[in-house]
Antibody
Framework: EVQLVESGGDLVRPGGSLRLSCAAS????????MSWVRQAPGKGLEWVSCISSGSSYIYYADSVKGRFTISRDNAKHSLFLQMNSLRAEDTAVYYC?????????????WGQGTLVSVSS | QSALTQPASVSGSPGQSFTISCTGTSSDVGAYNYVSWYQQHPGKAPKLMIYEVTNRPSGVSNRFSGSKSGNTASLTISGLQAEDEADYYCSSFTSSSTVLFGGGTRLTVL
C-alpha cells in the first residue's frame, strides 16, 4: 500500500525557518517524481515545488522561489522541504504528492498533510 | 501566475449531468495535454479523478470524464450522486515547467 506521511509542521514566527519531511513507502520512491502542494485555511490548492526522481530537475512556484528548497533522499525514501524567511501567507497545510508517472504533472497519491502556521 | 479560472460553485440534483469548466491560457491549458482534475472532501487530501485531459486512474468511476477545447478544459460528471458533493480543482502544466491549479469549484448536490 502506498503511503506518504508528512511531518515537521509547526507554529513559527515570521522570518523563521522550518523543514518538512515526507516519508514514503509502498512504491519505488527512487523512480517517482514528487511534489509539495499547499492549501491555506479555507482556500484552494497551490502547487509549491517538484523534484524529479534523481533530483536533476527542480522547479518552484514564484511565491516561494529563493526561500524554499526541495530535496530528497532516495536511500531513505524521504522528501524534504526547507522553508526559510517564512511569511504569514505561507500558513497552510502542506501535502507531499507522488506523480502518477514522470512529467505527468498529475498526482495520484497524497499524504494527510502537515500544518505550518506563521504568526507572531 | 494567476490561478486557472473555475466557477466558484455549482449545484445539481441527483441523476443530473453537468460540467465544470477550467479556463487558462495558451501558456498552460491551451499548450499542453497535461490537465488534471482532483476531488477533495472536507478535511481530506485531494483525490486524482482525471489526468492528461481524459484519462481516469484505476478505481475512478466512469461517471467522471474530461475534455479540452482551446484554453478551456472541462470535467463532466454524469448521474450525479450524493457522494460527489465536494470541491473540485483543475490543474495544468505550464510553459514555466510549473503546475497551476484552478481556484476550485464547490459542487453541492441538492
Amino acid at each position: 500500500e502506498v503511503q506518504l506521511v508528512e511531518s515537521g509542521g509547526d507554529l513559527v514566527r515570521p522570518g523563521g525557518s522550518l523543514r518538512l519531511s515526507c516519508a514514503a513507502s509502498g512504491f519505488t520512491f527512487s523512480s517517482s517524481g514528487m511534489s509539495w502542494v499547499r492549501q491555506a485555511p479555507g482556500k484552494g490548492l497551490e502547487w509549491v515545488s517538484c523534484i524529479s526522481s534523481g533530483s536533476s530537475y527542480i522547479y518552484y512556484a514564484d511565491s516561494v522561489k529563493g526561500r524554499f528548497t526541495i530535496s530528497r533522499d532516495n536511500a531513505k525514501h524521504s522528501l524534504f522541504l526547507q522553508m526559510n524567511s517564512l511569511r504569514a501567507e505561507d500558513t497552510a497545510v502542506y501535502y507531499c504528492a507522488r506523480e502518477i508517472y514522470y512529467d505527468s504533472s498529475a498526482y495520484d497519491y497524497w499524504g494527510q498533510g502537515t500544518l505550518v502556521s506563521v504568526s507572531s | 501566475q494567476s490561478a486557472l479560472t473555475q466557477p466558484a460553485s455549482v449545484s445539481g440534483s441527483p441523476g443530473q449531468s453537468f460540467t465544470i469548466s477550467c479556463t487558462g491560457t495558451s501558456s498552460d491549458v491551451g499548450a499542453y495535454n497535461y490537465v488534471s482534475w482532483y476531488q477533495q472532501h472536507p478535511g481530506k487530501a485531494p483525490k486524482l479523478m482525471i489526468y492528461e485531459v481524459t484519462n481516469r486512474p484505476s478505481g475512478v468511476s466512469n461517471r467522471f470524464s474530461g475534455s479540452k477545447s482551446g484554453n478551456t478544459a472541462s470535467l463532466t460528471i454524469s448521474g450525479l450522486q450524493a457522494e460527489d458533493e465536494a470541491d473540485y480543482y483543475c490543474s495544468s502544466f505550464t510553459s514555466s515547467s510549473t503546475v497551476l491549479f484552478g481556484g476550485g469549484t464547490r459542487l453541492t448536490v441538492l
